[in-house]
C-alpha cells in the first residue's frame, strides 16, 4: 500500500459520505489542509489518527489501508 491507496482510500470515503475535507478534519481534528495532503498522497496519518478515520467512517483500519474489504 501507498500512500496515494491510502489517500485515494480515503477521499472515496469521504466523498460517499457527503463531507468536505474541512467536515473531515473537524470530525478527526485535522485541517483541511492536512486531510488534503493525506488525499494527495503527500503525508500519512499518525496510528491514533488512523484509527479516528476508521471510527469516522466506520470501518476498519484494515480496510482503510487496503488489506480488508470490510
Do not use: H, W
Amino acid at each position: 500500500m501507498s500512500y496515494t491507496d491510502f489517500g485515494d482510500m480515503l477521499r472515496q470515503l469521504r466523498k460517499s459520505r457527503n463531507l468536505t475535507q474541512k467536515d473531515l478534519g473537524a470530525k478527526v481534528g485535522l485541517s483541511k489542509a492536512v486531510v488534503s495532503k493525506y488525499e494527495n498522497g503527500i503525508g500519512f496519518p499518525t496510528l491514533d489518527t488512523l484509527v479516528q478515520i476508521a471510527r469516522c467512517f466506520n470501518v476498519t483500519t484494515d480496510y482503510l489501508l487496503g488489506g480488508s474489504n470490510s
